[in-house]
């Protein structure tokens, strides 16, 4: 089982999961040429995708979603909320409620919502029966269910959006610090890290922190935020840019 992220930012967000036999990409907040470009980074047509998986609605998530699966002919799973919310609808292969289980090929989909401010958002663990990979950006607070579904992942990609005192002293109008710093927002740097550990991170192979915000975070404060909460080796930190996303990653 592989994972990848084509980019994670403010300004697009799209990531990668393989198994021996399926490939399913997440979200697609990229326009065509450049997810296409993006693909053929990783070694992947987009022939080859097996499904599309979108978390929410919000057009650094699903902006080149409908060109993609309708030019490639790629099956799409969302929430009917976040059908209802895109501007440009897709014909969905199937809709998707917090709970459910999906099965494509060889990989078992788990549906976990989150609080964001979408109107149905959702976040995904992914399976191949033996290994365990998460995705988890998106959400202003970490619900029991998401600690739940969450806890004993192999890899996870974990939002680490802001620093509070950068979104405090930023550039933002107040009413949208006040809705990314919110409990229906994002997560900051140090509730992230909080996260993963009490979700126990030990026997973690890949951690990635990912939708860092350009104007309000840096790699540098998010690194250090996490090495200092958790005590993990600075090197062993991943970090899943807007521009060159992450390469290919083995759960093994």
């Known amino acids: ?116 401010d979408a109107r149905e958002p959702l976040q995904y663990v992914l399976s191949d029966g033996r290994r365990r990979f998460g995705l988890l950006t998106d959400l202003g607070s970490a619900t029991a269910t998401v600690l739940e579904c969450y806890r004993g992942v192999d890899a996870l990609i974990v939002e680490a959006n802001h620093d509070s005192e950068m979104l405090a002293r930023g550039p933002y109008p107040y009413p949208l610090k006040a809705r990314v710093g919110g409990q229906w927002g994002h997560l900051n740097n140090q509730q992230s890290a909080e996260l993963v550990a009490e979700l126990g991170w030990e026997t973690l192979q890949h951690l990635v922190l990912a939708h860092l915000s350009e104007k309000n975070n840096t790699p540098q404060l998010a690194r250090q935020c996490f090495v200092d909460t958790l005590g993990c080796d600075p090197d062993w930190l991943q970090v899943a840019d807007q521009h060159s996303g992450l390469d290919w990653r083995e759960i093994a």
């Open 1 to 116: 089982m592989r994972f990848a992220v084509l980019g994670s930012g403010s300004r697009g967000n799209s990531a990668l999961v393989r198994s021996s036999d399926t490939r399913i990409l997440i979200d697609c907040g990229f326009p065509l040429r450049e997810t296409l470009k993006r693909l053929a980074r990783l070694g992947v047509e987009p022939g080859e995708l097996d499904a599309i998986l979108v978390t929410h609605e919000h057009a650094d998530h699903v902006h080149g979603v409908e060109l993609l699966a309708r030019h490639h002919a790629i099956p799409v799973y969302l929430s009917d909320g976040t059908l209802q919310g895109m501007r440009k609808p897709v014909q969905p292969a199937g809709l998707l409620k917090a709970g459910d289980r999906l099965l494509l090929r060889d990989l078992e989909i788990t549906a976990v919502g989150v609080a964001h």
